[in-house]
């Protein structure tokens, strides 16, 4: 038998994710030692030692399932929302949010409208359903064109991604546009709110999404443990929307999606403000040291909301860099050869990045 005649055409097409390269594997392959990884959007600073120290406690629990209504991230999260504990649904990281509403939303024939270049995630999931992916380019400053979007709503969409703030752009839409967005979706349509970056977002005016849950069944905002809690190594992250939906979703889901030791980090690090108030100011100094190094080299940079940059470096710097170990996000796969994103590290990190651009483009132009 050939597998090539039963596979689904849907997924034969599937272009996988590519995950940002860990140092090892750059050692392995390219006898790079020392080298950095600014490239998957992860914590420099780590996760809360609070965090760590509960998941020391609970290994001696591990030959037990663990609680698959995550009821005490479940209440926590509620209280903090002033939702009710039926309105969250609980994934292994956001991406397993993503899956599960595609499989609960979107079938053959069906639209899912999102922008682009956003998550990669969203063609894989829409397409994985056998569904079509309605790609929407962001307007020329690289954010949401939220009125395209809107304009791209046909009778066959179900769902739409609105990625706030953007990856990999880092760029974000304020209040005023998304609400007006959001006002004027049809009834029946799904829309989910990637908030992934949510903690990061230093504009005043950043919309208030959680505010639509009351107002519009059939909304769902997404947040992770994995960016600014710094626990992407342990797979959590949630959904908060109206309970039917969190209902509908809750059916799709394998019943122990997130492991023991995921919850009780997770827990622990929502408890530990001063560590995600330090990894927001990490963060938010990293920006502006990079901005304005990176701006003075003659490399442009856009705006950020995110923990990570999108900067024009030119092309090939992808491989130069990392020959030189500094592990950064190609954007060749966005149609965005000469740009690239990069994470924002720990000030020595940072600076690397900067001194090892600086010298490979020196000479050039
Ligand atoms: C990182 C990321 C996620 C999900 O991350 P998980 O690790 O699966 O929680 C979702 N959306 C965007 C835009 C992201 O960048």
Avoid at 69 to 82: I, N, Q, V
């Amino acid at each position: 038998m050939t597998l090539e005649r039963v596979v689904k055409p849907h997924i034969r097409e599937l272009a996988p994710y590519e995950p940002g390269k860990p140092p090892e594997e750059l050692e392995r392959e390219l006898g790079v030692v020392g080298a950095i990884k600014l490239a998957s959007n992860e914590s420099p600073i780590g996760p809360s030692p609070r965090a760590i120290a509960a998941v020391r406690e609970a290994l001696e629990g591990l030959h037990r399932y663990p609680d698959g209504a995550c009821f005490a991230l479940r209440s926590r999260l509620a209280e903090h929302f002033g939702v009710e504990g039926k309105q969250l649904v609980f994934g292994c990281g956001a991406d397993e949010l993503l899956e599960l509403t595609a499989k609960t939303f979107l079938g053959p024939g069906d639209e899912a409208v999102y922008a682009w270049p956003s998550f990669a995630m969203y063609p894989i999931v829409v397409k994985g359903m056998g569904a079509t992916p309605v790609q929407v380019p962001l307007d020329a400053d690289l954010v949401h064109d939220l009125d395209a979007m809107r304009a791209a709503i046909t009778d066959r969409t179900r769902v739409v991604f609105v990625c706030n703030p953007n990856n990999p752009t880092g760029t974000s839409v304020g209040a005023e546009a998304f609400d007006a967005f959001v006002a004027s979706l049809p009834e029946d349509v799904v829309l989910v709110v990637d908030e992934a970056y949510y903690e990061f977002a230093r504009r005043p005016d950043f919309p208030q999404a959680i505010e639509w849950l009351a107002r519009r069944p059939g909304t769902m905002v997404m947040r992770t443990f994995s960016k600014i809690y710094g626990l992407a190594g342990l797979r959590v992250g949630y959904g908060v929307c109206d309970p039917e939906m969190a209902d509908y979703l809750n059916r799709a889901r394998h019943p122990f999606n997130v492991n023991r030791l995921a919850e009780v980090a997770a827990l622990a690090a929502l408890d530990d403000t001063e560590h995600a108030a330090r990894s927001r100011q990490v963060n938010a100094e990293g920006a502006e040291y990079l901005t304005r190094e990176l701006t003075d080299l003659g490399i442009e940079v856009w705006p950020t909301d995110a923990n990570f940059l999108l900067i024009r470096a030119g092309e090939g710097f992808f491989d130069k860099l990392q020959r030189e170990g500094v592990i950064v996000r190609p954007l060749d796969g966005f149609g965005m050869p000469d740009c690239l994103r990069v994470s924002i590290g720990l000030p020595e990190e940072n600076e690397r990045l900067v001194k090892t651009l600086a010298r490979l483009r020196k000479g050039r132009a």
